[in-house]
């Protein structure tokens, strides 16, 4: 399930990595250097897109180029999340707990398990749609995120939008579903209902611009990459 | 700015009120900005909230990162201008807060207000199709109730309850769109007919343009039933079709449980007048609800802060009263002018009204007293003081016991004039406020906090006098399990077999010519009287349990301790004599004295002993110093005063005096120096108990 996009050179971000972080580590993290993005969804809420394969989650601080930050008392690398084929692995770099168990060695994300990070932060890791790989962090605890958003997806193929609460980014005043999706690594969005993107109608699938705005019969959003 | 937000084009499409508001499933209209754009200079919108009936309200961010919210208002009347101004400055906890109302380039304007992430009610409802738990919807209610009585009191009706306009932030209910209110005013209730709220919640009157603060307990009503039961109580295919209900329908409230059936149906009433008179007296109908099983919360630290301003503001009316009080203590039953009624507690041994000049300083001076013995003297002094006091006591006891008696005559006559006095100017039985130049109210509080009963912040500190064993003070004491019970009560029964030694052999020293066998004698009863006491109250410790009950297990002990007495004379062969000149106001016949009434006059004597004082309060773990003047003093005098007012002859052996209350000060003395005691400076439980009551 999980696409095969090539990796988009001029998209990349550079991490810094604290002195003494594992080559390993830094590879990972440059194959995730696909830009983030967020979802400002109107009357719904805003969602931080993670792409690529490996998330790293860590306290925001200015200079901490982490792919989820939060503020909490937390470390700056402190767990990270990786997507294989077979699903979800949690990576712990300091005190983490699953479902209330700490956690030394990669463990296997299951649906609706809760991650605790250094005994303050939880967050609940979702799977919700049984034909998409994509995942969404929602923190429980009253922790922010920075930037300040709802929830983070861990994007893998699409993202579904729509009145089920089996979709990713649940919209309860929907009534067809809107799916986003990664098209030769960029960002391209689909509706059940004809779509107007920056003010152009589509029927077809239309690929989005760094900033773009999407309304459809029955919601409206904006994409903002970072 | 943002190339593609779309600009002047649609915005008459959406300008219309939205009377009916939003249903959850209906389709909300466009938002006019679009994230990224910036129509209110310093302010960068990320996405659009919601819709209300009067504008959009936006998610922004300003130049310097403060997150708000950005209402636009279309439609700006004067009227609603001068509101939303009017609001601008309104503190409360449980009202979302205004920051500034702007205009920009279009002369729209904007309110900028506090953004609440969070889940609204309506977002709760929803999740719990079939209500929610009465505890969470109570919890809800108090929240709501504590913000929009706030509101009343500056004179604003919010108009437009929903649950779609209340807010948990961390679990702190936040009342929203109150900016947009009415002012309560005559001129106005009928100046406007246009329709403003939600229909499902809007009250019968308004179709008459009236708008009192009563629409907005309807309202309250209107959302209770529908958080305990999922649905509004009126529903309908049209919005005509459900007003129609709410002038005429009664609503079905028979899926609801008493109380809750009949609050709402009070609270839903059709006549204005036959609803609560106020939000914060709808709360107090509804039971109490443990705090900490709800995931909301009122705000009762910070509301107790705040409302001594919001009285300064607004001025009290018993309703503020029972706000407050409901809002500080959530989990007690408040009453309209409890708090006004607290004067029972203060002074230890007086029933003197607050306000009068004479209780006060009666009061006072107690009070300064026992502090003074509480915190300046220590425990060797104490012992000495009592001792002397003991000696002296029979010496000066027939002129103190007239000078009193006189006294209290004479008081008794000035008391009853006093008032009918005050009752004159006052007006009879009205609850009197707390007024900050009212010197007992101090002293009321410090007795409170002495007796480290820890008072609910601002709750009603009758209740406190009622149970001193008051639960956060009873959670505070360590929990022992019945061994350590039984291992400490054997240290104290130890303990207070030597210290009764030593105090009888203090006490037949100085007042009983020392003899060896009536050493013995008192020894006995004290040291019986004392493991009489210590024994029970060692199974009570830590319950609060019924003063009646616990008195008719102390009369037991006293006939016990009666008849250990009377034995231990007759085996002893003690004499007892009588020593000082002090007979008994009510003397029988002295030609009825004889052997066989012995043992009942004992009985009786130490009976009545045990039954009318509370012995076991010499016993509290919580009491406020470990040997107390005024409680070792009542005990004493309670002696003398039983045996002054016992109808029996002097020559009936130990029963002349000053045997008996001898006994009574030794197993006094004894009890409280052997019973376990939480000193508040040394200990945590009792700290933290001292702490949260001050």
Redesign the interface.
Known sequence: MVANFSHSATHSTIHRFPAGHSAALQSTMKQSGRRHFVI???????FLVCRGDHVHLGQAVPGNRVDVPLQADISRHHASIRRDQEGYLLLPNARVLLDGQLIAQPTTLCDGQEIDLGGAVKLEFRRPHPLSATARLTVKS?HRLSP?V?AVLLLADSCVIGPATTSHIVA??M?SEAVLFEQDGKLAMRGAQPLTI??TEHVQPGLLAE???V?G??F???V?SL | MNPHATEQDDRDATGEPVVAGQRRGEVPSRFTYASGSAPLPGYTIKRGVGQGGFGEVYYAVSDGGKEVALKLIRRSLDVELRGVVQCLNLKHPHLLDLYDIRTDERDDHWVVMEFVNGDSLEDLISDHPEGMPVGEATAWMQGIAAGVGYLHECGIVHRDLKPGNIFSDRGLVKVGDYGLSKFISCSRRSGQTESVGTVHYMAPEIANGRYGKEIDVYALGVMLYEMLTGHVPFEGESVGEVLMKHLTATPDVSRLSEPYRSIVAKALAKDPAARYASAAELVTALPPVDPDNSRVHAAARVAARAIPVAESVAGRSPEVEAASAAAASPGATASPGATGKAHEVAGSGGDDGRGEPIAEFVNDTFSQLGHAWNNNVNTPAKILIIVLGVWLLPAISGPLIGALVTFGVIYLFYRILWQIFVWLSDGPAEPRGPSPASSAHVVEAKTVADAKCAAPVGGSARRVHRRKWHPPALRALPIKSPRERFTELLGSLALGAVVCLVTCLALSMLLGKFAVDRFAWLSIVSIAGTWGVLIPTKFWEGTGGEASLRRFWMLVMGLGLGAIAFAAQEVLLVELPHMFEVEPFFVADPQSSGATHSLLSYLTYFGFLMLIMRWWKLADPLRNSRVGLWRTAVCVTTAIGLYLFWPFPQDWGMLAQPWGFMAAAAIAVATQLASPWLDPQKSEPAKSVAASSA
């Open positions: 400002w969804m109107d009357a719904v809420g805003g009253h300040p709802d309860r005043q009534t920056d003010g900033q773009s705005r309304s019969e029955d409206s959003l904006s903002e």
